[in-house]
């Protein structure tokens, strides 16, 4: 049974920086892909960026590239959304999400959600 589980939301003033992380279990790590989302009230799931297990190999979306990092702990298979330089308009729910590559997002956690606060 696939889980992923995150934690690390909170509340962080504006120009902060705040780290996510998806602690993964029920997957073979090595062909799936990882990814990061946020919602905003009323809105779909926004993707932020993924990176592909077994290669390290990162992609962002150009709203968070330069201020939002993703990684992963291949030991404690969890993955990693480092953020920094925070705006109010960062302020959402925070998913993380697992695929195999070709497929839909079809693994999802329960949510974190961040504030930053100006």
């Known amino acids: 049974q696939v889980q992923l589980e995150e934690s690390g939301g909170g509340l962080v003033q504006a120009g902060g920086s705040l780290r996510l992380s998806c602690a993964a279990s029920?997957?073979?790590?090595?062909?799936?892909?990882m990814g990061w989302f946020r919602q905003y009230p009323g809105k779909e799931r926004e993707f932020l960026a993924r990176?592909?297990?077994?290669?390290?190999?990162?992609y962002y979306a150009d709203s968070v590239k330069g201020r939002f990092t993703i990684s992963r702990d291949n030991a404690k298979t969890t993955a990693y959304l480092q953020m920094s330089s925070l705006k109010p308009e960062d302020t959402a729910v925070y998913y993380c999400a697992a695929t195999t590559p070709g497929h839909d997002w079809n693994y999802w956690g329960q949510g974190t959600q961040v504030t930053v606060s100006s």
């Open positions: 029920g997957l073979t790590f090595s062909s799936y892909v």
């Open positions: 990176i592909y297990w077994s290669s390290g190999t990162t």
